[in-house]
Structure formats: C-alpha cells, structure tokens
C-alpha cells in the first residue's frame, strides 16, 4: 500500500478566519458615525419639539386673549351703573355705600372675576367687592397706579401688576365713571392669572409671559415671576418703583441665554447652576396688551428622544453589519469546507491511483502467474505423457519374463512341429505333415498377434479423444494380458455387452488404464494359488460407460485408498513397482472427461471402477 493510500483522509484543518478585531472595529465605527450624525439627529428632534410647542403657544395665546378680550368691556359696563355715581356724589351716604358694595361683591362673583371697586378722582376706593375681607380695597388709595390716572384721564386702560394690597398678580381693567359726560371716578376690575398658570403647569412645556420691559409677570414656574429676562434699564426700574407694579426686591436677573435653532425657535438655557434647564423656545407677541408669550419646551425629552432614534439606528446598523459579518463568515466556512472537500478528494483521487496502480502490478504479476501456470502445465502434460511412456515401459518390464515365455513357448513348439514335419516328409506321411505345417503357422500367427500388441502398447499415442468402442479395447487389452494371466494360473471372469458400446475416450490410453488395473488386480493376488480376476463392461446409466476391475485380493486399507492415485504411491518393493500407475491411469479417464475411483469388495478384495461419459450415436456416426 502506497503512503497515500495508507494515510486515513483526515479533515484538514479550518485556518481561523474569523478575527476578534471585526465586532470592535463595527462597534467603533458605528459610535463615530453615531458621533457625527448626533448634532444634526439633535437638532432636527428639537426642532419637532420647538414645532409641538409652537402649536401649544398657539393655544395658549389664543386663550389668553380671548381672556383679556371678555373682561376688556368689563369696567365701561359696570361704570354706567347709576348707582355709582350716586355714591361719587353722596359718598358718606352708608346706605348707598352698603348697597354700592353689595353691588360689586354680586358683580364680582357674577363675572368670576377678583374684585371690582370703585374710586373716586383722588384715587381713593370707595366701595369694594372685597369690602368684607379683612384686606379690603375700600378706603385705600390707587392713584399711583397707570390705570387710575388713564381712566380718570378718560380712557379705558388695562394693566399688569401685583397687587398692593392683596398681594396676588392681577390684571386691571378700569374704565372712567361719568356723570354728564364729565369723569367723577373710576371703576376697576381685577382679574387674578393664577387660574391660567394652573393650567399651563399641566402641560408639558414651561409657559411665560414678559412685558415690555423683559420682566416675568406669569409663569407656569412661580420661582421665575418678577425676574428679568434683559437687564432693567434704570428707567423702567424707576417706573416700576413709581407704579409699584412688581415688588422691586424680586427683580433678580432668570440668566437667560439662548441661541437660534432655526426661525422662531431658539434653545435656550434658563438658570445657573443645578437648577439650570435647557428649552427649545418660540415666543409671541400680544402687541395690543405689549406681552411677549414665550413656551419652553424642556429640550431633554427631545434629546432622549434624538438619542432612542439614533440608537435604533445605531442597532440596526450593527445589526445589518453584524448579519453581513455573519454572512460573510458563513461563505468563509463554506469556502473552507469547500477547499477541504477538494483536499479530500484530491487524496481520494491520490488513493484511487495508488490503488489502479497496485491492482494493474497485481493484474501483470496474476498473468505472468498465469503464463507460468500454463507453462507448467504444458510441462506437466509432456512430463505426463513421458511418464504414462513410462509407465507402459515398466509395465513390459513386469511382462517381459511371461511374454518372453509365452513367445518361446509357440517357438520351441514350431521347432519341434517343424522337426516333426521334416521327419513325417522324410517317411512320406505328407497328410501329418501338414497337419504340422498349419500349426506351425498358427503359432507364427498367435506370435505376431503378440507383437502386434506390444507394439500398439508400447507407441506413443498420437490420438484424440473421441468415441471408441469400450468393448474393442477391452478385447485388446484381454489379449495382451492373456499370457501373463495364463502364466499366473489365473481366471478372468470377462463380462461385456455383446454390442459395441460407445464412450468417450482414446483407444490406446484407455486400453492402457486396463492393462494396468488388471496388473495391478494380479499383483494385489501375488501369493493366491488360484488368483481369480473380473473385468465388467456395464452401462449404469444413460449417460455412463462403466469398466470395472475386481480381485480377491487383501484390498486397501484407509491410508492406501486415500493415497492410492497419488504418483510414486507404491507398496510393492523396489524394482517391482513405480507408484505410477494409477496416477497416470486417473489423469488419462479425468482427461476423457470421466472418473476412475477405487473401493473394496464387500467379500473382500479390491474394485476399480473406470466412469466414461457416453458417446452419442451422432459423435459416433461423425467418428
Ligand atoms: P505400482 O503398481 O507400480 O505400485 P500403481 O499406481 O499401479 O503403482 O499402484 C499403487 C499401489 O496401489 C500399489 O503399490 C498397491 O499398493 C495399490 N494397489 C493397486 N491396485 C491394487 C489392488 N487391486 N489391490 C490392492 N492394492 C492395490
């Protein structure tokens, strides 16, 4: 077996194509990306926020104005009560003051507003709807107030301020009181905005509404009322201080610093410190009140909204990345498997190779054996047939002595017939004579008849195999034993069909196979002083011619039956015996096509049976 053949078709080893670096490099790439797209996600999440708010702020407005819009006409309504004027004129009157008061506390829960009073032209109040409260406006003193001193002027006016004595964040309305068309006083309605704030603070976003000087007056956060937004010029603080409308000690700067997002909007930080908070802001202005509106919408919900999108992002980047990674290892692996499947194949290929070349040795080396057999074979045949010559040499050695006697005998008689004959002439007894003479041809006859045999047994045959008539050889083959079955004393009991009967075989082998059986059956009787010898001719079956050989001899033991065909098997001493026979005589009825077995004689003895497949009359009709 050849090294590669030999080798077991191991999987070769997967090289590690999978490197640890890529998910890094993927999670370092998508944080830069992330990185870069962070402001413009930002902003664009602000500005939706910014948006939201802006529709808020819209409401909100709308709200407030509608508002300030239902309580404007207010104060104008209330001062064409009669009753009022009444009072300016009889203002010690506790009757009319009483029911003056009544008037405005009924007026005041009618409108839901949080107080209308009534003041004369110095500004004093003379009838309040709060009259009952322990902080009550009546007999306090509102000239200062811008309000006042427009209605009293003659104009209806409005006006943001913390209230003096109430000290709750109103609106103003206030509208001059007429007798004759001349101003005798001022009605005032006060709205607190507390119910607004309230409102606001429900929302998500801050709301805040500054005047014209940048102060905080409503907030939906009460830490930033009163703070400023731009720095006070020290006019307006004066102002402020003057009309006492905001409580000076809380005009603290809010640190307000914003910068543009886009139009309308601005992110603005509000605050210092921890308390600091970052808005997307829009603001509107309420021109005809001089408010500015502004909503602040808490830039940190935008942020984290920016941030969850820009991860999902983030994520389905990685994801799509990390399925291409996958994807692109999944190919490495099938690429490997595939250029192991070719390894695997080329060491199967290597193999099959190997293998055809080691079968095409073996293919070579089996004909050269065949050859060589053949060689032998063809040996073995000359070898065989030098043998049977020699067997059939041997076998006229044994006979010599008795042929030689059986030649003499007819010789010394035809000396003596001849001697006899030469007399009885001499005598004139012509008649005995040739009485003499015709034996003596006889013997000449019988003689040649002799010869004739030997000559036929001891040739080389040139024949091939075809039908013979078992009968005619068997005949031969009595002949040519005659003489030492004579010499022997012995009998031969010789049973054969009284037709010919057709094998397969040639005439000179199978005579010779008889021969030497019936040998062989006088040998196996040497010391018998009445040897007796059966040779039978019998068809067991169609297909079958048999020749059978038997004696009364000590028959074969075990060892000799199972021995008894090989070549050189002999029990006979030296000189006497080859051990040959048998073995030629079973290669020539093995050649014919039949078989030549040995058994014994259940009376005792030896048989030998010669089967010769039959001849068919069509091969004998050929022959
Ligand atoms: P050989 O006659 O030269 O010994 P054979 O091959 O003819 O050679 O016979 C081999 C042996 O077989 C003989 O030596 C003998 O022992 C035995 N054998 C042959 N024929 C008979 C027989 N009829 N009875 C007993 N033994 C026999």
New binding site residues.
């Given amino acids: 077996m050849t090294d590669a053949a030999a080798r077991p078709l191991a999987r070769p080893g997967t090289p590690p194509r999978r490197a640890a670096w890529r998910p890094a490099l993927l999670l370092l790439l998508v944080a830069a990306l992330a990185g870069l797209a962070w402001p413009r996600v930002e902003r664009h999440y602000l500005v939706q926020a910014g948006m939201a708010g802006a529709d808020a702020l819209q409401l909100s407005v709308a709200g407030l104005r509608g508002a300030l819009d239902r309580f404007e006409p207010l104060p104008a309504l209330i001062a064409e009560r009669p009753i009022l004027a009444r009072l300016l004129d009889d203002p010690d009157n506790p009757a009319l003051l009483a029911e003056v008061n009544a008037l405005l506390l009924a007026t005041a829960d009618d409108l839901r507003v949080s107080d209308v009073y009534l003041m004369d032209l110095t500004g004093l109040t003379l009838a309040a709807s709060s009259y009952l409260k322990p902080l009550s406006f009546v007999g306090q003193n509102f000239a200062y107030r811008p309000y006042f001193a427009e209605a009293a002027a003659g104009r209806v006016t409005r006006y943001f301020a913390l209230g003096t004595t109430s000290g709750e964040r109103g609106y103003f309305y206030a509208a001059p009181v007429r007798r004759d068309g001349a101003v005798i006083g001022v009605v005032a309605v006060k709205f607190t905005v507390d119910a607004f704030e309230e409102a606001w603070r429900s929302g998500p976003s801050e709301l805040m509404v500054t005047d014209g000087n940048g102060v905080v007056f409503m907030a939906s956060r009460p830490e930033w009322h009163f703070r400023t937004t731009v720095p006070l010029s020290s006019a307006a603080r004066a102002e402020i201080r003057a009309t006492r409308q905001y409580p000076e000690d809380r005009l603290s700067p809010l640190h307000v610093d914003a910068r543009p997002l886009r139009d309308g909007q601005r992110l603005t930080r509000i605050g210092t410190g921890a308390q600091a908070g970052t808005f997307v802001e829009s603001d509107r202005l309420m021109a005809d009140a001089g408010w500015r509106v502004h909503i602040l919408t808490p830039a940190g919900p935008a942020r984290a909204q920016a941030a969850g999108a820009l991860g999902i992002g983030g994520m389905g980047f990685l994801m799509a990345g990390l399925a291409g990674a996958l994807a692109l290892s999944h190919r490495a692996r099938i690429l490997d498997r595939l250029a192991a499947q070719r390894e695997t194949q080329g060491l199967l290929e290597a193999r099959v190779r190997a293998r055809t070349r080691e079968l095409d040795a073996a293919n070579s080396s089996l004909r050269r054996e065949v050859e060589e057999r053949r060689n032998a074979e063809t040996r073995l045949r000359i070898t065989q047939k030098e043998l049977v010559q020699a067997g059939k040499l041997?076998a006229l050695g044994q006979m010599s002595a008795a042929i030689s006697h059986e030649i003499n005998q007819p010789l010394a008689a035809v000396k003596t017939f001849a001697e006899n004959a030469a007399q009885l002439i001499d005598r004139d007894r012509h008649g005995e004579a040739r009485d003499n003479m015709l034996r003596i041809s006889k013997m000449a006859d019988r003689i040649a008849a002799i010869a004739g045999h030997l000559r036929n047994f001891a040739r080389r045959p040139q024949e091939g195999t075809g039908p013979v008539d078992v009968c005619a050889v068997a005949d031969d083959a009595v002949d040519l034993m005659a003489v030492r079955l004579r010499a022997r004393g012995a009998v031969l009991d010789y049973d054969r069909p009284a037709a010919p009967v057709m094998a397969v075989g040639g005439a000179v082998r199978l005579q010779q196979v008889i021969v030497?059986l019936l040998n062989?059956?006088l040998?196996?009787m040497e010391g018998d002083p009445a040897p007796a010898v059966s040779l039978t001719i019998s068809r067991p079956d169609a297909g079958t011619v048999r020749i059978a050989v038997c004696?009364r001899?000590?028959?074969?033991t075990d060892t000799?039956l199972a021995q008894?065909f090989d070549p050189f098997?002999?029990?006979?001493p030296p000189g006497k015996?080859?051990?040959?026979?048998?073995?030629i005589s079973f290669n020539i009825v093995e050649d014919f096509g039949g078989h030549l077995r040995a058994c014994n004689r259940d009376g005792g003895g030896?048989e030998?049976r010669v089967d010769l497949p039959a001849a068919t009359v069509a091969l004998t009709a050929a022959q």
């Fill in positions: 041997a030497n062989n059956a040998d196996a004696d001899g000590p028959g074969l000799e008894v098997f002999t029990t006979k015996g080859l051990g040959l026979g048998l073995s030896a030998f």
